[in-house]
């Protein structure tokens, strides 16, 4: 069996381009509320299929909430997405709970910089289509599982988008 990709990497992808051209207009805050709500909701479900003791992914949007209220310091924050990036990192043989986890770190890390809110489409939609069809799956059949997830990224940052959003992040991408 071939090894399994970490993460989406075409970033001229259609449903790639339709979610930074969404994300391009939305703040830092709202960015961070919407990549956290959807990692909370599918991203940790999938980690915990596999390490279901390991609450580092969960640990990593806790705090990224807990410092979007203002409980706690980016310091504080950065620790427990670090923990985050670690249990990622020793996923390393388990392609769900990997992507999962490096889709929460990501989501997390988004309340220092607004551009780590793509990692929740880069690496979750391909934790959802590895789920789905199984890491042995042809990378077509997983890039068309994973396209049809950020389809449903893209609906959810929809309905949480700003109309004119008189603040929205200025983001370099860094490609």
């Known amino acids: ?9 075409d970033w001229d ?11 391009e207009t939305e703040s830092k805050t709202t960015l961070a509320h919407w ?14 299929k596999h390490f279901p003791d390991d609450p ?24 427990a ?10 996923a390393d043989t388990n392609p769900v709970a990997q992507a999962a986890a490096r889709a929460a770190g990501q989501s997390a890390s988004t ?6 809110c793509i990692g ?7 934790a959802v289509a590895y789920d789905t069809l199984g890491a042995s799956a042809t990378w077509d059949h997983l890039e068309q599982s994973a396209a049809a997830e950020c389809g449903r990224m893209l609906n959810a940052l929809r309905a949480v988008a700003v109309g004119n959003e ?3 992040a200025k983001i370099d991408w860094k490609r």
Request: proline fraction near 8%; charged fraction near 15%.
């Open 1 to 9: 069996m071939p090894k399994a990709r970490k993460m989406l990497s």
């Open 13 to 23: 992808a259609p449903h790639i381009q339709s979610l930074v051209q969404l994300i």
């Open 35 to 48: 990549s956290v709500d959807y990692a909370e909701q599918v991203m940790l479900p999938l980690w915990g």
């Open 56 to 79: 580092r992914p969960h640990n990593a949007l806790h705090a990224a909430r807990e410092w979007l209220s203002g409980a706690i310091k980016l310091p504080q924050a950065k620790t």
């Open 81 to 90: 997405i670090l923990e985050c990036h670690a249990a990622a990192r020793e």
């Open 111 to 116: 309340i220092h910089s607004a551009r780590h």
């Open 120 to 126: 929740l489409a880069l690496y979750g939609a391909i």
């Open 166 to 168: 008189p603040n929205p």
